[in-house]
């Protein structure tokens, strides 16, 4: 092995879990540590293994870590195996045949196929183990007749070793790349080896390479990260492959941040600390930039800026943050991300918003995983152990906001599990829902007139059914003049946002029913709370426990002079009315506080591979049942989803006019009362607003004009034309009000037009 100095690959045999990891130090190799593309590597690399033989993971280390998994270890090793069992067995030897051939120089180029090239390259002793053969067919026919038998045996012998190798799963993947194979071309190693690489400031694998045989179905950018979409073979999933900045720095810039890390590390932040945690990222951003330009000084390296502040930010990312996860979050087409246990051995799986179920190309380890675990701890007060084997809390991080749940032992025996619900960016709005296709205009129209005639409203749905997001569209349709006061154990709705765009909300944040020992307060004690802070709308993160006594309570004894909505697991009306009544005890009668009920579920289509967020029903619940509502006709559909048109259609009871709680609206306004007419005109104009916003923006490439800021002022403004129109003529004229509407909204889309 000339050229390859012992010294530069020393090694060690790591127990990671259930792995034995070889683990091999390349730090003073002259050479990239790669097994597909270096022949000294591989070959030094199965010497290893044939003297370790339960080795079940390969690491390189050169500054960074290239991970070769259990599925390509076990590649390397049956190699190693066979090398090893060809060499001690002596099959290379003519000896037992009858005849001394060791100066023969068939025998010394059968010794040199098996003692060296199949160790650096096996791919090429195993075409040359075939060609030899078929020479030696070729012998039989020109050859005297007493050295048939001495052929033939030599023949049997390479015939063994030939199926030797025809049983591995290398040669079995190389087979259809062998037709016409050069000797030294290594090109075949690269589709079969694929490390993952792991830099040595972080924790987190990724497999950098692209697969083999994957067709790019889509590519973008998300900042600085490169995001590609593969399908591959033998998955129905997509893979969602991404190479962030990290992985795209230069030798000298991966050693400035790995001395940088270990100074920074030294310092490990406080619970007091985590209180603000913006305000801690800004500080160990700044930290961070000044270390590195100071790094970078001494070791005369120039720097711009905009690097300095790339390489800061990554920094901040694998020390205080949460590593890759956070570049994952920061995708805005990214909906969920789970990382399973056991950690270390299994992919990032997330949903996608186009092409849902992906696998990733990231590999968190345990070590990450105890981080992320030990920071969640910090940022949300609330315990992680044995007795509390669950933790939810929310993640903020620039340009994202996730809900994370994390399972740990007891209750997961194989480690630490997490799943991430990412929000989104800005608050979502009834015409963004519309123009998705969750809901119809009609749907919002008689949404937003149901919001603004003060109902009590849960959204029902399974998980993943947008109703956390629903509920905050429904919170932008509450007029800014009104006070709102929000209630959740893990903050999820958009409160910062809102409060920004002018809203006056009170948020409170309660015990987690799951959690134990905790100083916080109670969701039923927090409901109550909210009955001593004056006249304020009331919004309820999601209902879950016996909080739901407390909410039907005030329900009933005030809050229904104000908005009162929630959210509550449940796939229709009944399943609502089920969970309340039976699973969180609330009494019968008490459930007819509930005057609307919004299911959101998921729809599938036939071939199970896609689905569609879509609301499905819109019912209101009746006043006058005993027991049963589905049997005494307590519940009444107003709008309902049809497969057929994929759409939310309104039913006959609604065009007719037969919903008590639009009457008992109606009722409270002068202009609406005893008129039927007057109330279906108005949600019809509701419905039409949504349509012109939704019909502006595409028309004028203006996708800003359906987000929270423009939406809100749309709505205001609509409320103000009421009220003027209202003034001049003492009526709510649909058409007037559309028209000044309509003029304001074209001024508006000008004024934005221009200050592009």
């Excluded at 906001?401 to 960016?425: C, E, I, K, Y």
């Excluded at 909204?745 to 200050?755: G, H, N, Q």
Aim: aromatic share 8%; net charge negative; hydrophobic share 40%.
């Amino acid at each position: 092995m000339e050229g390859l100095k012992e010294e530069c690959f020393g090694h060690d045999i790591i127990r990671e879990g259930e792995d034995n990891v070889l683990r091999i130090s390349c730090d003073q190799c002259p050479y990239f540590p790669s097994i597909e593309d270096n022949a000294l590597v591989m070959s030094k690399t199965i010497d290893l293994m044939a003297s370790n033989p339960g080795i079940t993971r390969l690491v390189f280390y050169q500054r960074r870590d290239y991970e070769y998994d259990y599925e390509q270890t076990k590649i390397l090793m049956e190699i190693a195996k066979i090398q090893s069992h060809l060499v001690k067995k002596g099959l290379g030897s003519y000896g037992s045949f009858g005849f001394n051939a060791r100066s023969d120089k068939s025998f010394i180029e059968l010794q040199n196929l098996i003692q060296n090239t199949l160790r650096s390259d096996p791919i090429a002793a195993y075409v040359e183990l075939k060609r030899v053969h078929r020479r030696e067919m070729l012998l039989l026919d020109s050859i005297p007749a007493e050295y048939a038998t001495q052929i033939k045996t030599y023949m049997g012998l390479l015939e063994r070793i030939i199926r030797l190798l025809e049983g591995t799963r290398l040669i079995a993947l190389a087979k259809s790349s062998i037709a016409g194979y050069k000797l030294g071309d290594r090109s075949v190693y690269r589709e079969i080896f694929r490390p993952m690489t792991k830099p040595d400031f972080m924790f987190t694998k990724i497999m950098a390479s692209f697969p083999p045989e994957g067709e790019e179905i889509d590519s973008y950018k998300v900042g600085n990260t490169d995001i590609l979409i593969f399908r591959v073979p033998d998955s129905i999933k997509l893979l969602y492959h991404m190479t962030p900045p990290e992985f795209k720095l230069s030798e000298e810039k991966y050693e400035l941040l790995d001395t940088a890390r270990s100074i920074i590390s030294e310092h490990k932040p406080q619970r007091s600390e985590f209180v603000d945690p913006e305000r801690l990222r800004q500080v160990f951003t700044n930290v961070g930039s000044d270390l590195i330009e100071e790094l970078a000084s001494f070791r005369g390296m120039k720097l711009r800026n905009s690097e300095i502040r790339e390489l800061a930010s990554i920094l901040v990312r694998h020390t205080i943050g949460f590593g890759l996860i956070e570049v994952l979050l920061q995708d805005e087409k990214v909906q969920d991300v789970t990382v399973n246990s056991p950690m270390g051995t299994i992919p990032v799986f997330l949903v996608h918003q186009e092409f849902d179920d992906c696998f990733t190309n990231i590999i968190p380890t345990p070590n990450e995983g105890d981080s992320w675990a030990s920071k969640l701890r910090l940022l949300s007060g609330r315990p992680l152990d044995e007795a509390n084997p669950i933790l939810d809390s929310e993640l903020v991080i620039p340009n994202a906001r996730a809900r994370v749940s994390v399972v740990s032992p007891p209750l997961n025996p194989s480690g630490l599990a997490f799943a991430l619900r990412r929000h989104r960016d800005k608050p979502w709005t009834l015409p963004l829902f519309v123009k998705s296709r969750m809901m119809t205009n009609l749907g919002a129209g008689l949404l937003s007139f149901l919001i603004d005639g003060s109902r009590t409203i849960l959204v029902a749905g399974t998980r993943s059914a947008g109703k956390t997001s629903l509920l905050g569209a429904i919170m932008t349709e509450v007029m800014r003049k009104y006070r709102l006061i929000t209630i959740e154990d893990t903050l999820e709705l958009p409160v910062s946002a809102l409060k920004d765009l002018g809203y006056n909300i009170q948020s409170l944040k309660v015990a987690s029913a799951m959690t134990k020992g905790t100083n916080e307060v109670s969701a039923e004690e927090g409901i109550r709370t909210t009955l001593r802070l004056g006249d304020s709308g009331l919004i309820v993160g999601e209902v879950r426990s016996l909080e739901a006594k407390a909410l039907y309570e005030a329900m009933r004894v005030g809050a229904l002079a104000n908005l009162v909505a929630g959210t509550i697991h449940g796939d229709s009306p009944y399943g609502v009315f089920d969970r309340v009544v039976n699973d969180l005890g609330v009494p019968k009668t008490s459930f007819k506080a509930t005057d609307i009920v919004v299911v959101a579920n998921p729809i599938r289509s036939a071939d199970g591979l896609h689905r569609w967020r879509r609301i499905t029903q819109i019912t209101e619940v009746g006043k006058f049942w005993e027991n049963d509502p589905v049997l005494e006709k307590g519940f009444k559909d107003l709008m309902k989803y049809d497969s057929q048109t994929d759409s939310l259609e309104p039913t006959v009871d609604l065009l007719n006019g037969e919903s008590d709680v639009l009457k008992a609206i109606a009722g409270n306004v002068k202009e609406w009362s005893g008129s039927w007419d007057a109330v279906w005109d108005n949600i019809l104009l509701r419905a039409k607003l949504k349509e012109a916003l939704i019909g502006y923006s595409e028309s004028g490439g203006m996708p800003e004009l359906l987000e929270a800021p423009f939406v809100i002022q749309s709505n205001d403004q609509f409320h103000r034309v009421c009220d003027s129109i209202k003034d001049e003529i003492g009526s709510l004229d649909s058409r007037r009000i559309f028209f000044e509407w309509n003029e304001w909204m074209k001024r508006a889309v000008k004024k934005t037009t221009l200050a592009k």
